[in-house]
């Protein structure tokens, strides 16, 4: 492979209160997930897990672990620590009684983070639909866009003293592209489709009267859309490659930042769904409420580039080598899936390119002029315990740093960035692979049939990372 330089490669130094933070989600960490009056959520009950772990309900127990993983996360010295609240441990059937128990352990999390120094950053909903919702229609139904709300305007009055950062729905473009953690649907088709981009246009709805509530309110609060962004890369320079690259980069990415920030659809994406007929319905008034409402920055989830070429209108668009949310699919007679050659894989065949995440955060500046934060980077890897007792993950060493690097870059372009929370603060149960799958700056050490201890071990990438925070991203080394 040949290397090349970059234009402008000045890093220039991180700005002061620089938010180095770590992530999870709510489901995927906390395990307990009948314990206290939470209800049960699609993630719950869904029929399968990941592998056929075992325990899954499990994960790390941090529900009754939070305060040994927050004095841990204090000790790396994190400055923030970015997770989501379960709505079924607020509101155990999404819409109802209020379960108070649950409303405690978020205070009691919250308060042992406060008291480490540790900014919360909340998500309000990562994946984790309560299943009585789900079981009424879900995001179809236009009663979860009120109930979304009902629980925002709850979670705003209870933590409002104590949290300012909040995100509204994780990965939305994910849900609606890949599905799989959206709710249960008997459609197919065309049907399944347009119904799809109805629970789209419902979710936007939802986040926009959030961001609304939130900044009634809470004036000091600050709020955002949390996408997952990767940067669409033309396979050549041939004018077809790059229209079917305008294509894709529209319906996966500008669609939901466009909406987010100006509150109107991205044409393309807009026009697309007219082609298909799926456009959804739209009621009176929603598009006010859509343009009305404002983040105050962009969260982003970042773990690599996608690249497309120009259709050839058969089922050679379509990838081959599987396809979960991080590669590209491709559309037949839209664009072509392609397997960039410049680019080294991970284990999962995810394309690792750190020079993609300064391309990514210079086009969503450009394109907004928001300040940015990345609530989601990292690596996935079998990661094993040594002899020595220790857990050598050097790789994810070497893939955190070149990430950083580039944010130092991209800061150096004049690009506003406040905060990095690379995925995950600790180990916890991937979307796809399971417990083995690892990301965590944390081990725990339990397997997909064995819950053994659930001991936490911190990783050298957690010794680095406290360098790296300690020199506020100067020390890379
Ligand atoms: C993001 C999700 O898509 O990617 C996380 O927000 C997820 O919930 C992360 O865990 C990594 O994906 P995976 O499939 O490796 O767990």
Same mark, same amino acid.
């Given at each position: 492979?040949?290397?090349?330089?970059?234009?402008?490669?000045?890093?220039?130094?991180?700005?002061?209160?620089?938010? #180095?933070?770590?992530?999870?989600?709510?489901?995927?960490?906390?395990?307990?997930?009948?314990?206290?009056?939470?209800?049960?959520?699609?993630?719950?009950?869904?029929?399968?897990? @990941?592998?056929?772990?075992?325990?899954?309900?499990?994960?790390?127990?941090?529900?009754?672990?939070?305060?040994?993983?927050?004095?841990?996360?204090?000790?790396?010295?994190?400055?923030?620590?970015?997770?989501? $609240?379960? #709505?079924?441990?607020?509101?155990?059937?999404?819409?109802?009684?209020?379960?108070?128990?649950?409303?405690? &352990?978020?205070?009691?999390?919250?308060?042992?983070?406060?008291?480490?120094?540790?900014?919360?950053?909340?998500?309000?909903?990562?994946?984790?639909?309560?299943?009585?919702?789900?079981?009424?229609?879900?995001?179809?139904?236009?009663?979860?866009?009120?109930?979304?709300?009902?629980?925002?305007?709850?979670?705003?009055?209870?933590?409002?003293?104590?949290?300012?950062? #909040?995100?509204?729905?994780?990965?939305?473009?994910?849900?609606?592209?890949?599905?799989?953690?959206?709710?249960?649907?008997?459609?197919?088709?065309?049907?399944?489709?347009?119904?799809?981009?109805?629970?789209?246009?419902?979710?936007?709805?939802?986040?926009?009267?959030?961001?609304?509530?939130?900044?009634?309110?809470?004036?000091?609060?600050? $709020?955002?859309?949390?996408?997952?962004?990767?940067?669409?890369?033309?396979?050549?320079?041939?004018?077809?490659?790059?229209?079917?690259?305008?294509?894709?980069?529209?319906?996966?990415?500008?669609?939901?930042?466009?909406?987010?920030?100006?509150?109107?659809?991205?044409?393309?994406?807009?026009?697309?769904?007219?082609?298909?007929? #799926?456009?959804?319905?739209?009621?009176?008034?929603?598009?006010?409420?859509?343009?009305?409402?404002?983040?105050?920055?962009?969260?982003?989830?970042?773990?690599?580039?996608?690249?497309?070429?120009? @259709?050839?209108?058969?089922?050679?668009?379509?990838?081959?080598?599987?396809?979960?949310?991080?590669?590209?699919?491709?559309?037949?007679?839209?664009?072509?899936?392609?397997? =960039?050659?410049?680019?080294?894989?991970?284990?999962?065949?995810?394309?690792?390119?750190?020079?993609? &995440?300064?391309?990514?955060?210079?086009?969503?500046?450009?394109?907004?002029?928001?300040?940015?934060?990345?609530?989601?980077?990292?690596?996935?890897?079998?990661?094993?315990?040594?002899?020595?007792?220790?857990?050598?993950?050097?790789?994810? $060493?070497?893939?955190?740093?070149?990430?950083?690097?580039? $944010?130092?870059?991209?800061?150096?372009?004049?690009?506003?960035?406040?905060?990095?929370?690379?995925?995950?603060?600790?180990?916890?149960?991937?979307?796809?692979?399971?417990?083995?799958?690892?990301?965590? &700056?944390?081990?725990?050490?339990?397997?997909?049939?064995?819950?053994?201890?659930?001991?936490?071990?911190?990783?050298?990438?957690?010794?680095?990372?406290?360098?790296?925070?300690?020199?506020?991203?100067? =020390?890379?080394?």
């Amino acid at each position: 492979m040949t290397t090349h330089t970059t234009p402008a490669a000045q890093a220039t130094a991180f700005p002061e209160g620089f938010l #180095w933070g770590a992530s999870t989600s709510a489901y995927q960490v906390e395990g307990a997930w009948d314990a206290d009056g939470k209800g049960p959520s699609v993630i719950d009950v869904r029929p399968s897990y @990941p592998e056929g772990t075992t325990d899954y309900k499990v994960a790390a127990d941090h529900y009754h672990r939070y305060a040994e993983d927050v004095e841990l996360f204090g000790q790396i010295g994190l400055r923030a620590y970015r997770f989501s $609240i379960a #709505w079924t441990r607020i509101i155990p059937d999404g819409d109802g009684p209020v379960n108070a128990e649950g409303v405690a &352990f978020y205070h009691r999390l919250i308060d042992a983070l406060l008291a480490a120094g540790i900014e919360p950053i909340v998500t309000m909903y990562h994946f984790d639909l309560p299943a009585a919702l789900d079981a009424q229609g879900g995001w179809a139904n236009r009663r979860t866009v009120d109930a979304f709300v009902r629980f925002a305007e709850l979670l705003f009055a209870e933590y409002g003293s104590k949290v300012t950062y #909040w995100l509204t729905i994780n990965e939305q473009n994910m849900m609606i592209l890949h599905g799989d953690t959206l709710g249960t649907t008997t459609l197919s088709g065309d049907e399944a489709k347009r119904d799809l981009y109805q629970q789209n246009h419902h979710m936007f709805l939802a986040q926009a009267k959030a961001m609304l509530a939130c900044h009634e309110q809470l004036p000091k609060a600050k $709020i955002g859309p949390a996408p997952n962004i990767a940067f669409v890369y033309p396979a050549s320079s041939k004018p077809e490659d790059i229209l079917a690259a305008d294509e894709w980069q529209a319906i996966r990415n500008w669609l939901y930042t466009d909406l987010a920030v100006h509150g109107r659809y991205n044409s393309l994406a807009w026009a697309y769904l007219g082609r298909k007929g #799926w456009q959804p319905e739209i009621a009176e008034g929603d598009l006010e409420i859509l343009a009305a409402a404002q983040p105050d920055f962009i969260a982003f989830n970042y773990y690599a580039t996608q690249t497309v070429g120009a @259709p050839s209108g058969d089922n050679g668009d379509l990838l081959v080598r599987g396809a979960d949310q991080q590669m590209v699919r491709g559309e037949v007679g839209l664009y072509r899936a392609i397997n =960039n050659p410049n680019l080294p894989k991970n284990q999962f065949g995810w394309e690792i390119d750190p020079v993609g &995440f300064r391309t990514t955060m210079r086009h969503l500046w450009d394109r907004y002029r928001l300040p940015l934060i990345i609530t989601e980077n990292g690596l996935g890897a079998f990661d094993e315990v040594a002899e020595d007792g220790k857990i050598h993950d050097e790789y994810r $060493i070497d893939y955190l740093r070149r990430h950083i690097e580039q $944010i130092g870059l991209a800061i150096g372009d004049g690009v506003d960035v406040f905060g990095y929370c690379p995925w995950s603060a600790i180990d916890l149960i991937s979307t796809h692979q399971g417990v083995r799958k690892r990301y965590g &700056f944390i081990f725990v050490d339990r397997d997909e049939f064995d819950l053994k201890g659930l001991a936490r071990v911190r990783k050298e990438s957690s010794f680095w990372y406290s360098d790296v925070i300690a020199s506020n991203g100067s =020390n890379l080394s």
